[in-house]
Each structure stands twice: as structure tokens, then as C-alpha cells.
């Protein structure tokens, strides 16, 4: 289990409000537990008295401070998720209550069906190759999806936050407002502010080959998949919290890709084929290279594993790019 200051801490009798809230005060809560996974929400998953199992996820204590790009993530999570169970027909939990009033508890809260099966991070180390490339192709699909659906502009969904009509305007603000983080955290990175502003303003031409903004999920790695062990089909997405519109591009699936590859064949379209992709792809490796190292001086994480693989991944795709 991640230990993380933006974890709210949720008592039983505070769980018992929340699940008569959710489900009425005939219900009753016959346990919850914290689940293993997630960085920066408190996730728990909720057993009723009548056999119902379900997820509660609590944003970060307000008095905690969050990276700029997280401010309200927990709004994003919900409104993407009840947009993909309009639109699609991808395999996302419902979302069975939401509440923002905080008068249950500290911060805003959400419950949501369990997804069935187990995670990806899990079964992957016992699949044979096929198996994995399998379930990978599912994954393409399921982002190909996702992506087809066109946003009113890029940047964050968050409604407070700014919506600009060029991708390059917008993901030049990721990065300037993640730079800002750093400044304000007193972060070490191996270039100063105006070096990374520098590296995006070169590439903004190849950012505004990007003109339709996508819902981009960006986070969809291996623990945020569900898997039916037997039949290897996908039958979870979770952790929408992040979601941006953006380049398709970005999604962490295509993390370390400049060419094709095989979930980029089953993506359905040649994404590397475009002009200048490789080069934003360098920039959304970046990015996230970025993200991993100053959020680790927010966390006060107890180990500095995080901070061990980010910032090796930094220095390497700096190099790339100034190779390139």
C-alpha cells in the first residue's frame, strides 16, 4: 500500500453515513477495507449486510496541497465516468453516489461498483506472450474508443481550470503550471524552468498538428485494468481521475514508443505515421517523467522509489530529445 498525505482517513462510523447516504438508512455496512493500490485518492472497498460490494473514493484533506493539474480530480473522475457509460460501451464501473457538499466527510467522496476479475498488474507476470498481446489489443481498442470522443477544447475537464483552442497553448500550461509545482517545492531538476519551456515552445508546431481534442484517459496502466482470469477479457477501466483532452498520443500506453509496435498496430490507427508524433511523444514522456519527480516532494512517500525511477527517466528522455 502507497502511504500518501493526499489519502483522506475514513473511520467506520464515518463509512456507515456514507453507505446510508448511498444506499438509504436500511443499509447497513458489514465491512471495508483499504485497497492495496493508488497513489493519491483513499480508495476502500465496502462490503453491506446484504451481500453488496462497491468502491468508495475520498479526495485528498483540503488542507493538503495538491499539484496544480490535481485540483479537483475527484470531479473529473465522476463526470468522465457517467460520460463513458452514456456514450460507450466500455467495461467502467457506475457511479452509484456522488457528493461534494462535504458534510459527511472532509472532502468529496464517490462510490462506484467493483469492478469483477483481477488486476492486470496482477495476472500479467503468469500469461504467456500471446496471452499479453491479447489483452493488449483489447486495451488499444478500448483507447480507440475512448478517443473517438471529441472534447469542446484541450486541457483539463476540470471546469475552473483554462480550456484552450490549440493543443500547443494547452500543453505548454501543463508544463508551466508543473514547473510552478517545482518552483514552489523547492525541487532539484536537471534543467531550469526556461530550458523546459524552451524544448516545448520548439515542438509547438508539431503540437498543433493535433487540432480535435480526445478524452485521453492517460493513466491506464496495468493496475488500473480488471481482467476475468479465465477468459482474459478486459472487464474493468478504473482511475479516470486524470483524464485530459488532449492527443490520443499521450495515453501511457504508447509511454517509450516511437515507432510502431504492436498495441499501437491494434490501436486501429497508425498514430506514428503523422508528422512530428515521435517528437510528441518525446514530449508526453517528458511530461510524465516531470509529473513522477515533483509530485514526490508533495507525498512525503516513505520510500523514494518513485523518485529513483522518475528521475533516471528524466535525464533519458532529456538526452533523447536533445539528441534528436
Avoid at 77 to 94: F, G, I, K, Q, S
Amino acid at each position: 500500500m502507497v502511504d500518501s498525505i493526499t489519502k483522506t482517513a475514513v473511520s467506520r462510523s464515518e463509512a456507515e453515513l456514507v453507505v446510508a447516504a448511498a444506499f438509504g438508512r436500511t443499509a447497513s455496512l458489514e465491512s471495508m477495507a483499504e485497497c492495496d493500490e493508488g497513489w493519491f485518492n483513499a480508495v476502500h472497498l465496502v462490503a453491506l449486510a446484504d451481500g453488496t460490494e462497491c468502491v468508495l473514493k475520498v479526495a485528498p484533506p483540503p488542507q493538503v496541497r495538491v499539484l496544480r493539474y490535481e485540483h479537483d480530480l475527484i470531479t473529473t473522475e465522476v463526470d468522465t465516468l457517467r460520460l463513458l457509460r452514456e456514450r460507450t460501451d466500455l467495461p467502467v464501473p457506475a457511479v452509484l453516489a456522488w457528493d461534494d457538499s462535504c458534510h459527511l466527510l472532509p472532502s468529496p467522496w464517490f462510490v462506484m461498483e467493483r469492478c469483477p476479475g483481477v488486476l492486470l498488474s496482477t495476472l500479467r507476470p503468469t500469461l504467456s506472450t500471446g496471452d499479453q498481446q491479447r489483452i493488449d489489443a483489447q486495451l488499444a481498442g478500448h483507447l480507440a474508443t475512448m478517443n473517438a470522443i471529441v472534447a469542446p477544447s484541450f486541457g483539463r475537464p476540470d471546469p475552473t481550470a483554462p480550456h484552450d483552442p490549440t493543443w500547443g497553448t494547452a500543453f505548454a500550461r501543463l508544463v508551466e503550471d508543473l514547473l510552478a509545482d517545482a518552483t514552489d517545492a523547492s525541487v532539484d531538476l536537471p534543467l531550469p524552468p526556461d530550458g523546459f519551456a524552451e524544448i516545448v515552445a520548439h515542438s509547438q508546431p508539431q503540437l498543433d498538428q493535433v487540432t480535435s481534442p480526445r478524452v485521453v484517459h492517460w493513466d491506464l496502466w496495468d493496475t488500473n485494468v480488471f481482467v476475468d482470469p479465465d477468459s482474459h477479457e478486459v472487464v474493468g477501466l478504473i482511475d479516470f481521475e486524470r483524464v485530459l483532452w488532449a492527443d490520443p498520443l499521450m495515453e501511457a500506453q504508447f509511454v517509450g514508443k516511437r515507432t510502431n509496435h504492436p498495441i499501437v498496430d491494434a490501436y486501429g490507427e497508425p498514430l506514428f505515421d503523422h508528422p512530428g508524433a515521435a517528437e510528441r511523444r518525446r514530449l508526453y514522456d517528458l511530461y510524465l517523467s516531470l509529473v513522477m519527480t515533483i509530485e514526490c516532494a508533495c507525498r512525503n512517500y516513505p520510500t523514494d522509489d518513485i523518485e529513483s525511477l522518475a528521475r533516471p527517466m528524466l535525464d533519458a528522455v532529456i538526452a533523447e530529445i536533445t539528441a534528436a
